[in-house]
């Protein structure tokens, strides 16, 4: 089941794999912002794909 991790800013593909990873992770490999619109990223706008996880 592959995961995606998109930024809720501009809906950028953060990450995208088979893999699972923690979205910490993935956040520290992008320096903490999103690549493109520059917004800063926490653990809030990360959706796995099967199972969204969107809740406040
Ligand atoms: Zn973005």
Known sequence: MPQRVI???CNHILYEG???KPPDEIIS???GKCP???RKLSLMPIDV???P???R
Do not use: A, M, S, T
């Open 18 to 20: 088979k893999d699972l």
């Open 7 to 9: 930024c809720h800013g």
């Open 53 to 55: 996880l969107y809740k």
């Open 49 to 51: 794909e099967v199972k």
């Open 29 to 31: 490999q992008n320096g």
């Open 36 to 38: 493109k619109c520059d």
